[in-house]
DNA sequence: AACTACATGTAAGAGGTTACATGATTCA
DNA sequence: TGAATCATGTAACCTCTTACATGTAGTT
């Protein structure tokens, strides 16, 4: 996953170690975490393999070291891109999206539809799963247990809708938040820009 | 983490290493996964340490290995239940939510109020990153990206509305979905049982 | 007789994290 | 001049996952 992250990274521009981890942290920071014991050793096995080249820049009494994806990281990359993520993590998912920018249109929607596909099904798992829960029990002793459930699926079925919107270029603005603080996502805010 | 899921898992039943798997997949198994090459090895040092306690019983040709916890064990789980999570994953928390049902109510008040209030603080942070998002594009060549970002938030927010319901042990239904396929959350189906 | 579920493990390795070690540059 | 940030790395360790290996019990 970082490795393609990194790549992803480097895609349209090149970076030390050092700004590739505060690209990523600013960037899909809030899906994955990358620290410098992870990129530093990654980078090196990505220049042996070719997939990126280093360049040494002198800045005063020291060297900085920044690495630029090549001919052979974009196709790795892209193929990462391309393939379909069989059953990942929705942090996984996400990392993707985040570079879907760099992509047609259409290959964003097909991309996106297939992953809501597999969310339905998976709906389906836990719809069945919250039967048995709320059949299997008096409701007192399984209060707890059962709001992580209905946590689960509440968070499944926004992710359904985000899909929905998303995948045709919809107004972000439209992913509302159920209940809770309001605060932030306002039009009034938003119209601001 | 694992340890502390196998203790919960533990507390109430006698189990082998193969039935806590089962338990762990149909109950917090949407936030995490245990593979068996993490349980055998995880009960073996959970038995020396003394925490759980092993008993061999004949069934026909072949021995099964029943686990129980300890009163050592017990209160190992009950000091990472009642720890403050630093920081963790939504998925850690929600790991020790499903076992509140074996704490008092006012202690599984103060555990969700307290992690609702680093939420609300972390909303700040990703308000904060949103607006310089927002302003530092044209939101044409980072429509996916900001995608991403309006995700976090959703989930964010959701989860925050989710602690001001579960919190007060209020009714599960109100966690109603913003948006997207609303089947299987409704009164209807809910009141059958 | 065949298949599925029960049941217990190990070995290799992926994929990180944390802490340590070091030093330059920039800014107040 | 001191603190923060820039910048690069290593070593030890941890926590699992995957695949392998083995065999029993119940069901069709």
């Known amino acids: 996953m970082l490795e393609f992250i990194i790549l992803g990274t480097l895609y349209y521009h090149s970076l030390t170690g050092y700004d590739i981890r505060k690209c990523v942290e600013g960037g899909i920071g809030m899906f994955y975490k990358a620290s410098y014991g992870s990129i530093y050793p990654l980078l090196g096995r990505l220049s042996e393999k070719g997939a990126v080249v280093c360049t040494d820049e002198a800045q005063g009494k020291r060297t900085k070291k920044i690495y630029s994806i090549t001919d052979l990281g974009k196709r790795e990359f892209m193929t990462w891109l391309e393939a379909e993520d069989t059953g990942d993590s929705i942090e996984s ?14 290959f964003a929607y097909e991309k996106i539809s297939a992953y809501e596909e597999r969310l339905l099904e998976y709906q389906d798992n836990l719809m069945a799963k ?22 689960g699926i509440c ?18 603005r439209t992913l509302q938040v159920p209940f809770g603080k309001k605060e932030g996502i306002t039009d009034a805010e938003y119209s601001k820009n």
């Open 93 to 106: 998912f996400m990392a993707k999206v985040f570079f879907f920018d760099q992509l047609p249109v259409e």
């Open 130 to 151: 919250k039967e048995v829960f709320d059949k299997a029990n008096g409701k007192k002793d399984f209060y707890y247990k059962l709001s992580t459930l209905y946590f």
């Open 155 to 172: 968070k499944l079925q926004s992710l359904i809708g985000w899909c929905e919107t998303v995948k045709i270029g919809g107004d972000l």
